[in-house]
């Protein structure tokens, strides 16, 4: 097994996908690190805890979850830079993996190695990176676990995105899909103290498909506009991943063909983008973060090996009442959940009721007192299900 792979399927054929996840939080050289620079590019940089934990979701969800019968799973390399270092489990074959921290070095030859394996026409490449990142003009940067080791070129600890994306045209594999989760704003004093001559490592170059490969159909979704701030949870897995996983799960999926249910590019941007406006979903970072995808092929990614479970808001109207409401959600006449009005002292709670429920239909019903039972049905189905009860 290569240095960097902690799940291989020694069986695979040429038509697999090969997954290369990175999650950076702890970084040697930014404020709160063991070696802490005084460089004036790294000001406003910190330590952040979502990165590990959000990358080692989405290698787990790789791992147990992803299915698409026509290229199915073949490896996945996994680099982290986390403040308490420890194995990864790989859950197929039930042993604890050793995982490299995300330097800059380790990520380049973990690039080219993830290249090589992926170097086949029915081959699918993923890449998902959490942490920090920059913006310089339309590029973006990744920051890997020692950026700013070299003070004299401080973005020589950095993965230049696109100018990889675009190297990738070098790949055989006809389908290549990325996910960056990372901040996009730019940066002026890092730009004005380190220059643009170099805007990271490029492993890979090149800008063009070579003749006799089979076009390349790819898909590249940011958690965030170009010059804007990705947003994360302290301690917890990042707004959009939670999101692109909670997709996976059913909100981005249709069954137009052959009845099963199945996740395409363009169903999975739409499904996180819905996400990422919910307020019971995000939050007070509700709309703070905008999905984009540029220059977006669509095709299947991902079949579902059960039925979808679909985001549902119930609320009341006007929504107000949602305070005094209990809500209550059955399924064949048998209660599946409850949420009860909030108790003497508790904060009322104005916000809808959010679930994620199973493909089906489903009865609800608010309460708000004697003579005051609000009652309707509804069809979970993706990518949501809205339902406002009025009273009669």
Same mark, same amino acid.
């Given at each position: 097994?290569?240095?960097?792979?902690?799940?291989?399927?020694?069986?695979?054929?040429?038509?697999?996908?090969?997954?290369?996840?990175?999650?950076?939080?702890?970084?040697?050289?930014?404020?709160?690190?063991?070696?802490? +620079?005084? #460089?004036?590019?790294?000001?406003?940089?910190?330590?952040?805890?979502?990165?590990?934990?959000?990358?080692? =979701?989405?290698?787990?969800?790789?791992?147990?979850?992803?299915?698409?019968?026509?290229?199915?799973? @073949?490896?996945?390399?996994?680099?982290?830079?986390?403040?308490?270092?420890?194995?990864?489990?790989?859950?197929?074959?039930?042993?604890?993996?050793?995982?490299?921290?995300? +330097?800059?070095?380790?990520?380049?030859?973990?690039?080219? /190695?993830?290249?090589?394996?992926?170097?086949?026409?029915?081959?699918?490449?993923?890449?998902?990176?959490?942490?920090?990142?920059?913006?310089? @003009?339309?590029?973006?940067?990744?920051?890997?676990?020692?950026?700013?080791?070299?003070?004299?070129?401080?973005?020589?600890?950095?993965?230049?995105?696109?100018?990889?994306?675009?190297?990738?045209?070098?790949? =055989?594999?006809?389908?290549?899909?990325?996910?960056?989760?990372?901040?996009?704003?730019?940066?002026?004093?890092?730009?004005?103290?380190?220059?643009?001559?170099?805007?990271?490592?490029?492993?890979?170059? @090149?800008?063009?498909?070579?003749?006799?490969?089979?076009?390349?159909?790819?898909?590249?979704?940011?958690?965030?506009?170009?010059? /804007?701030?990705?947003?994360?949870?302290?301690?917890?897995?990042?707004?959009?991943?939670?999101?692109?996983?909670?997709?996976?799960?059913?909100?981005?999926?249709?069954?137009?063909?052959?009845?099963?249910?199945?996740?395409?590019?363009?169903?999975? =941007?739409?499904?996180? +983008?819905?996400?990422? =406006?919910?307020?019971?979903?995000? @939050?007070?970072?509700?709309?703070?973060?905008?999905?984009?995808?540029? /220059?977006?092929?669509?095709?299947?990614? #991902?079949?579902?090996?059960?039925?979808?479970?679909?985001?549902?808001?119930?609320?009341?109207?006007?929504?107000?009442?949602?305070?005094?409401?209990?809500?209550?959600?059955?399924?064949?006449?048998?209660?599946?959940?409850?949420?009860?009005?909030?108790?003497? $002292?508790?904060?009322?709670?104005?916000?809808?009721?959010?679930?994620?429920?199973?493909?089906?239909?489903?009865?609800?019903?608010?309460?708000? $007192?004697?003579?005051?039972?609000?009652?309707?049905?509804?069809?979970?189905?993706?990518?949501?299900?809205?339902?406002?009860?009025?009273?009669?």
């Amino acid at each position: 097994m290569a240095a960097f792979t902690v799940h291989l399927d020694e069986n695979a054929g040429p038509a697999s996908t090969h997954a290369l996840v990175i999650g950076v939080g702890a970084y040697t050289h930014l404020d709160g690190g063991p070696s802490p +620079t005084d #460089h004036p590019g790294a000001v406003g940089m910190r330590q952040l805890s979502s990165p590990p934990l959000s990358a080692r =979701k989405f290698a787990t969800w790789m791992i147990d979850e992803y299915h698409d019968t026509g290229r199915p799973l @073949g490896s996945l390399a996994l680099l982290l830079s986390e403040a308490d270092p420890s194995p990864f489990l790989d859950s197929r074959a039930g042993e604890p993996r050793v995982v490299e921290t995300a +330097t800059i070095d380790n990520i380049v030859a973990a690039v080219k /190695e993830w290249k090589i394996r992926g170097d086949h026409d029915q081959a699918r490449l993923v890449f998902y990176f959490c942490g920090h990142g920059v913006s310089l @003009g339309v590029d973006t940067s990744l920051l890997a676990a020692d950026i700013f080791a070299d003070l004299n070129s401080p973005l020589n600890g950095a993965l230049h995105f696109e100018a990889l994306r675009r190297g990738l045209e070098s790949c =055989k594999a006809a389908q290549q899909v990325f996910f960056v989760d990372a901040c996009r704003a730019g940066s002026d004093r890092l730009v004005r103290e380190a220059g643009t001559d170099n805007l990271g490592q490029v492993p890979i170059s @090149g800008n063009e498909r070579p003749d006799g490969f089979l076009p390349r159909a790819h898909a590249a979704i940011y958690a965030t506009l170009h010059g /804007e701030e990705s947003f994360a949870r302290a301690d917890d897995v990042s707004l959009f991943t939670s999101a692109l996983l909670r997709s996976f799960d059913g909100a981005g999926s249709e069954n137009t063909e052959d009845r099963v249910w199945r996740v395409t590019i363009d169903t999975l =941007k739409h499904a996180i +983008t819905r996400f990422m =406006k919910e307020p019971s979903f995000a @939050g007070t970072l509700t709309s703070a973060a905008t999905p984009v995808s540029s /220059e977006s092929f669509d095709f299947d990614f #991902h079949e579902l090996r059960r039925d979808p479970v679909v985001p549902v808001y119930i609320g009341c109207r006007p929504k107000e009442d949602n305070a005094l409401a209990e809500f209550i959600c059955r399924r064949d006449g048998q209660e599946e959940l409850r949420r009860p009005p909030p108790g003497p $002292g508790e904060e009322p709670d104005v916000r809808e009721w959010a679930l994620f429920l199973p493909f089906g239909r489903y009865e609800v019903e608010a309460v708000l $007192g004697i003579g005051d039972v609000r009652e309707d049905q509804l069809d979970a189905r993706p990518p949501l299900f809205r339902i406002g009860l009025a009273k009669p």
